[in-house]
């Protein structure tokens, strides 16, 4: 009886022509991503020995990602000692423009931190992770992360993506 129940339930998928959903093969990301923050529009927030720093910037995109974003950070600085500092940034990032030459919208996390000893991150280097998280138009079946690096305000990006 099981047997016969099996028969049709084959034949239906046959007809129907399920297929797999495939991710397309990772690819290299790499380029550069330049940033300017407003500076006039940051608000700052203290909490013991630690320091929020909040604000916006406009970033543009070259290489794997041609277009430009609107961003909103916080960098957090915790001072651990005397001259002794933690810093670490987490950054949203909503992307308009091509990803290998597809358009649409996406949005980004990226987090990092800098070499810096002291609470102005402005002179220091810079490293952390990206991860894309969503995205709209013909990037809506992007999935990517990766790796970034460089003094501020010029950062170079590398990592992986593909396409569904």
Request: hydrophobic fraction near 40%.
């Amino acid at each position: 009886m099981k047997r016969l129940l099996l028969i049709p339930l084959v034949l239906c998928v046959l007809m129907l022509g399920v297929t797999a959903a495939v991710a397309g093969p990772p690819e290299e990301a790499s380029g550069d991503w330049t940033y300017v923050p407003d500076l006039g529009g940051l608000t700052f927030r203290t909490a013991g020995n630690t320091t929020f720093v909040y604000g916006t910037e406009v970033s543009t995109f070259t290489g794997t990602f041609v277009g430009t974003s609107d961003d909103e950070f916080v960098v957090v600085c915790h001072q651990e000692g005397p001259e002794s500092f933690m810093n670490f940034v987490k950054i949203t990032i909503d992307f308009t423009g091509e990803v290998d030459g597809r358009a649409g919208d996406l949005t980004m996390k990226a987090t990092g931190k800098p070499d810096s000893t002291t609470c102005d991150p402005s002179g220091a280097i810079w490293s952390g992770k990206w991860v894309v998280l969503g995205g709209t138009g013909e990037l809506a079946d992007l999935h990517g992360h990766g790796a970034w690096m460089g003094p501020s305000f010029d950062l170079d990006y590398t990592g992986k993506i593909h396409f569904n």
